[in-house]
T-cell receptor, first 111, second 115 residues
Framework: QQQVKQSPQSLIVQKGGISIINCAYE??????FPWYQQFPGKGPALLIA?????SEKKEGRFTISFNKSAKQFSLHIMDSQPGDSATYFC??????????FGQGTRLTINP | GAVVSQHPSRVICKSGTSVKIECRSL??????MFWYRQFPKQSLMLMAT?????????EQGVEKDKFLINHASLTLSTLTVTSAHPEDSSFYIC???????????FGPGTRLTVT
């Protein structure tokens, strides 16, 4: 119930391509869905987040797509760049309770 | 965006000694702070949650006598690893939440190595 399942575990994309990472959840009480970007040896940084009242949110090259009925959400990185190579974590939380993290996706953008 | 700092960024200590890690929210008041542990190539594992002026709430399986957490002010929380052992070597990350119950900001992490 409290799990967030993230896929794929690793992803290799060519420069300029679209990177897509997917997450699925079961707990319908989740009402906040952030994505975090983490570089090696650094803490996670909030990238973009969405609430369930919208189906899509875009910030620059990053877009979250949210499907409430399917209980799925995904991160799309357009025009992927080598600097986007990092580990990405989806997460979810119900109200003021703690964040539940996905397993992480190691993204590599080949130049 | 909100900034959270951690000190030190790296620490090496001998087995049996204690080490303290500081976490500060630099430009906002953190009503709640979180401490995570992360093993290589794994996700973040929540260790404990602390509210300013209250005792920390520890996750199941985390020894509260070993990992002492103090949240003495709205901008500072500390994690003390007592009687450290090599298996405590890990990447420790703090996180802080302000007035909004949603946005949570992470520190840069502290790499602890116990020899």
């Amino acid at each position: 119930q409290q799990q967030v399942k993230q896929s794929p575990q690793s992803l290799i994309v060519q420069k300029g391509g679209i990177s897509i990472i997917n997450c699925a959840y079961e707990n319908t009480a989740f009402d906040y869905f952030p994505w975090y970007q983490q570089f090696p040896g650094k803490g996670p940084a909030l990238l973009i987040a969405i609430r369930p009242d919208v189906s899509e949110k875009k910030e620059g090259r990053f877009t979250i797509s949210f499907n409430k009925s399917a209980k799925q959400f995904s991160l799309h990185i357009m025009d992927s760049q080598p600097g986007d190579s990092a580990t990405y974590f989806c997460a979810a939380k119900p109200g003021a309770q703690k964040l539940v993290f996905g397993q992480g996706t190691r993204l590599t953008i080949n130049p | 965006g909100a900034v959270v700092s951690q000190h030190p960024s790296r620490v090496i200590c001998k087995s049996g000694t204690s080490v303290k890690i500081e976490c500060r929210s630099l430009d906002f008041q953190a009503t709640t702070m979180f401490w995570y542990r992360q093993f290589p190539k794994q996700s973040l594992m929540l260790m404990a949650t602390s509210n300013e002026g209250s005792k920390a709430t520890y996750e199941q399986g985390v020894e509260k006598d070993k990992f002492l957490i103090n949240h003495a002010s709205l901008t500072l929380s500390t994690l003390t690893v007592t009687s450290a052992h090599p298996e405590d070597s890990s990447f420790y990350i703090c996180s802080a939440r302000g007035r909004s119950p949603y946005e949570q900001y992470f520190g840069p992490g502290t790499r602890l190595t116990v020899t």
